[in-house]
Structures are given as C-alpha cells and as structure tokens.
C-alpha cells in the first residue's frame, strides 16, 4: 500500500513495546480474549438452547448489559480524568470475575441477567483504559499505534474461535461453556494482578478540582465535530445492538453451518483484523482518519445486506471477512471506537478530557442503545430472521452519511494546539513526580 514501508511498521512495534503501559494493556488484554473469544461466539445459542432463553430475551439480557454500560462508563471517565486512569482499571479488570462464576452455576436464563449486571460494570474501566493508550503513544503516531495495539489484541480471534468450536463440537456446550468459565475467572484474577504491578499512572498531576463531576459541560460543552461523532456513535450503535447477538445464531440456525465453520469463520476474521489493523492505522496518520472511518461505516452496513443473502457457509464466510477487512483497515466499529476513531478524538480533545469524552460516548450511546437488542430479537422472532439484519444495514448507512457531512477533521493549527496541551501535561507531570520522588 502506498505510504506503508517495513521500516515503518517496525519503528511502530518498537513504540509500542518499548512502552510499559501499552505493553502491559496490549498483553493482558490478549490473554483475556484467549479465553472470553472461545466461548463468546456460542454464547447465543447456549442461551437459547441449554437455558430455555427466546430471542427476545437474549435481546433482553444484552439490554441489561447496556444499562449497566450506561450506568458505569461516564463516571469511569469522570474519574480517570480527575484522579487517574490506574485505580480505576485496576478495580475495573477485577470485575470480570463475577459474571463468569454466575454464567457457570446459573440453571436458567434469568440468573444471566444477574451476572449480566457485573459484566456490564466492567465499562467503568474502558475508558480509562482507550485514555491511558492515548496518553502513552507518540502524539503525531497515534494511528498506527492505535493500529499495532489492535493488531496485537486481535491475535486470539485467530485461534480462540476455532479452539471454541471444537470444543463445542466434541463436549457440547454445557461442557464446552463450563471449561471456559472457570479458565476465565482464573486468567481474570491474574491480569488484575499484572495490571496493578505494571502498569504506570498517566495522570501523576491529578486536578481534584472543587468543580463537580457531573455537569452540563460534560455533554453539552463539547467540540462540534464530538457532538456529531457523538450523535454517529449513538445511530451505529443502535444499528450494530440490532443484530450483534444474533449474527452467530443466524449461522448457526438458518445458514446451518457447524460450530467448527463458525469458529474458522472467526478465525479468519481475526486474522485480517491483525493483518490490516496496522496498515490501516498508518493510512490514517498519513492522509487522514476521516476517510478511513468511512471505508468502515459504509462497508459494514452492505455486508449486513449482503449476509440475509447468505446461504452456505462460504458465501455467508465471504460476508463476514469482507466485513472484518473493512472494520480493520478502515479503523472504525459501527458504533463508536477502533483505532482511527480514537485517534480523531485524541486529535480534538485535550488529555485531561479524554476519558470524559469517550465515557460521555459510551454512555449516551448505552442509554440509547439499551431496547436495540430486544427490537431486533422481537423483529427476528415476529417478522423474519432476516429484517434486523435489513433495518440495521440502513441505519448504518444515515450514520455514515451524518459523518460525511458533519465531522470536519482539525487543522494542522488545531492539531498544533493539541499537542503544545499535551507538552504542558507532560512538563507537569514530570514536576509533580520529581517532587514525589523528593
């Protein structure tokens, strides 16, 4: 691709593992999907099939997840922002160790919802976690290094999905599910731990103001092009809340492809999330992130066209890895995140507001967000499997469209701005340590 050399990509890997806290989140973060990612793509049809639960309710349950997403994500940004990013991810991590311990002894689907609530308490930590990633990478490389830490972390989707389906396939899913829990709380507990000893406060200059957390600013007093990334990220996500638990379940019950298909489907996913997630990042740094979000926000929403058109298992495999090659190159979820989006935001809002802004986007995004998966579970089971899937493709296409339009990208002078913000954090930061070390 023009613009990316070897020379390049090795300085970028260099960046990244020669910074403790982006090595330390890149790692453990690949660890915990080494688990969760080998259950995960079955998890909709263990609920529907073991635990009695209808489409619906499995639209119910990720509802629940996205209230507590609601709950928790803007006061973790609100406080990473004001009194660091470390306590916050370090309490946060440890979190993901309830829902699997209920998921394991829970004898219907109603007791998912309990342990839904503790999963959906673990967003108090992302956005400290997406903040203190920004904080560590070079400021004018941030894309390709948002780039290498996706490609890093998307390195289990290559492996854990096939491993999950055939565990799946040879033990069943009571089995199969049950392995992975227990792994899963083991590997939570010991990433809490790495985490706490290694990683590094990036706000050592905490500004406990007298001014309150919560405020009208914190939604309102935002940069135009954030307000409408926010209203993007509100429309995508309801679009990708309408099918997201029921793409596997659409494999697996109307295309009729096996566990193990799903899993190498997966598999392949990954693979070129890894492949393109750096040279997309790259492309973004050079010629700009708005471009690259657009390659994903409009390719994603005719992929999930295309999927209802699905009928075996290499058309409906071509589907989806046309669908993860747009979203890695492209550097964009159709919600709200990836590494061209992140680094948009980091591009426009100055650090101390950072984790605000992205737990601001999670949030309202999550409030909005919550009746999108029971509607699409309602839409499958009264109307046709087929029609969330076409509804969700046209509002991803109005989001698109609203980014084309409303997100400018900021000026080499705005940039500049940034940056000299960023140079006097770092100066106080550095000040506020020497005195400690004193």
Not at 262 to 270: A, D, E, F, N, Q
Not at 292 to 301: C, E, G, Y
Not at 315 to 342: C, D, Q, V
Request: glycine content about 8%.
């Amino acid at each position: 691709m023009t613009g990316i050399n070897f020379k390049q990509i090795k300085q970028m890997f260099l960046e990244v593992f020669g910074n403790r806290n982006v090595m330390t989140i890149s790692l453990t973060t690949m660890v915990f999907s080494l688990c969760s990612m080998a259950w995960h793509p079955f998890w909709p049809k263990y609920l529907k099939d073991t635990l009695g639960a209808s489409t619906i309710e499995i639209g119910l349950i990720s509802g629940v997840r996205s209230a507590q997403n609601m709950i928790f994500a803007l006061p973790g940004g609100l406080l990473a922002d004001k009194y660091g990013r470390k306590k916050v991810i370090v309490y946060g991590t440890f979190l993901n160790t309830f829902s699997p311990v209920i998921y394991f002894l829970a004898p219907t689907w109603h007791w998912i919802m309990v342990a839904a609530f503790f999963e959906g308490m673990t967003s108090i930590y992302m956005p400290a976690f997406t903040a203190m990633v920004a904080d560590s990478m070079p400021a004018k490389r941030r894309g390709a290094g948002y780039g290498v830490y996706s490609m890093i972390t998307s390195f289990p989707s290559m492996v854990s999905p096939l491993i999950g389906g055939i565990v799946m396939d040879s033990f069943g899913y009571v089995e199969g599910l049950r392995i992975f829990l227990i792994l899963q709380v083991f590997v939570s507990l010991a990433i809490t731990y790495v985490r706490w000893k290694l990683t590094e406060e990036t706000v050592l200059s905490k500004t406990a103001s007298r001014r309150p957390m919560f405020s009208r600013e914190v939604i309102f007093g935002q940069e135009k092009p954030i307000k409408v990334m926010l209203v993007v990220a509100v429309i995508g996500s309801f679009s990708a809340r309408l099918v997201m638990d029921f793409m596997n379940l659409y494999a697996l019950d109307v295309v009729k492809i096996s566990n193990t298909q799903l899993g190498l489907i997966s598999t392949g996913v990954g693979l070129l999330t890894a492949v393109l997630a750096l040279p997309g990042g790259i492309l973004s740094d050079k010629y700009g992130r708005k471009n690259n979000i657009m390659l994903a926000r409009v390719t994603n929403p005719l992929t999930q066209w295309a999927l209802i058109f699905a009928t075996d298992f290499p058309s409906y495999a071509l589907t989806r890895y046309a669908n993860g090659a747009a979203s890695a190159l492209g550097g964009a979820m159709m919600g709200a995140g990836g590494p061209s989006w992140n680094a948009l935001i980091a591009d426009i809002v100055p650090p101390e507001k950072r984790a605000t802004v992205i737990g601001t986007q999670n949030t309202v995004t999550a409030i909005i967000g919550i009746p999108s998966a029971m509607l699409g579970g309602w839409m499958w089971q009264t109307i046709s499997p087929q029609t969330p899937f076409m509804v969700s493709g046209l509002l991803g296409l109005v989001a698109a469209g609203i980014f084309w339009v409303g997100v400018k990208e900021p000026t080499q002078e705005e940039k500049l701005k940034i940056l000299e913000l960023e140079r006097q954090k770092k100066e106080l930061e550095a000040q506020a340590k020497k005195t400690q070390n004193n």
